[in-house]
């Protein structure tokens, strides 16, 4: 598995090792000792999730105060533009961004800590989206982060106007979204 650090040393992009021939392929999706020498970290998966989006969906950014969740994820059919925002108020890279393309093809994963705000833009016609996370959901703690927060400045590859849920078009600014401490 090929690890590839980020301007965010905490965020980490995996690219698995992908056997192929006629037949199809086979590769490791997660494997608990290489994701602990790349990320010295040994991590408790407690929740897998799954979504289907069509394009120009962007969902997010969200995060949990509480309960706080790290995330693995990765695109099984389509392609999205994922994207990590550091939301520690003591961080160096606090209100930074990671943003990289994954997609079916390129099979590869990001890890998003806890502390983080998550999201996703659909570069596809459809996209299959997967997710372990570290913690459960707890929709009493979520929080989002507006998607186009000039402070941020995320460089979404926007096709028009982005189609939002109704909680993310309610996303508040850096300056007012809660912050991890």
Same mark, same amino acid.
């Given at each position: 598995?090929?690890?590839?650090?980020?301007?965010?040393?905490?965020?980490?992009?995996?690219?698995?090792?992908?056997?192929?021939?006629?037949?199809?392929?086979?590769?490791?999706?997660?494997?608990?000792?290489?994701?602990?020498?790349?990320?010295?970290?040994?991590?408790?998966?407690?929740?897998?999730?799954?979504?289907?989006?069509?394009?120009?969906?962007?969902?997010?950014?969200?995060?949990?105060?509480?309960? &706080?969740? =790290?995330? !693995? @994820?990765?695109?099984?059919?389509? +392609?999205?533009?994922?994207?990590?925002? $550091?939301?520690? /108020?003591?961080?160096?890279?606090?209100?930074?961004?990671?943003?990289?393309?994954?997609?079916?093809?390129?099979?590869?994963?990001?890890?998003?800590?806890?502390?983080? &705000?998550? =999201?996703? !833009? @659909?570069?596809?016609?459809?996209? +299959?989206?997967?997710?372990?996370?570290? $913690?459960?959901? /707890?929709?009493?703690?979520?929080?989002?982060?507006?998607?186009?927060?000039?402070?941020?400045?995320?460089?979404?590859?926007?096709?028009?106007?982005?189609?939002?849920? &109704?909680?993310?078009? !309610?996303?508040?600014?850096?300056?007012?979204?809660?912050?991890?401490?």
């Amino acid at each position: 598995m090929k690890v590839i650090k980020t301007d965010i040393p905490d965020i980490i992009i995996f690219e698995p090792k992908v056997f192929g021939d006629e037949r199809g392929f086979f590769f490791e999706s997660f494997n608990q000792k290489a994701f602990f020498e790349a990320a010295s970290l040994s991590i408790n998966f407690v929740q897998d999730n799954h979504s289907k989006s069509a394009k120009n969906v962007l969902r997010g950014l969200h995060y949990q105060i509480e309960h &706080a969740q =790290g995330k !693995l @994820v990765r695109v099984t059919q389509g +392609e999205v533009f994922d994207v990590a925002v $550091d939301m520690r /108020a003591a961080s160096a890279t606090f209100g930074y961004w990671v943003g990289t393309n994954l997609s079916a093809e390129n099979k590869r994963q990001m890890w998003v800590p806890p502390g983080f &705000a998550h =999201g996703f !833009l @659909v570069l596809s016609d459809t996209a +299959e989206f997967l997710y372990k996370t570290t $913690d459960f959901y /707890a929709p009493q703690h979520e929080c989002c982060l507006k998607w186009d927060d000039p402070t941020v400045n995320i460089k979404w590859p926007l096709q028009g106007e982005p189609l939002l849920s &109704a909680k993310d078009n !309610l996303g508040l600014s850096l300056q007012d979204a809660k912050k991890f401490y």
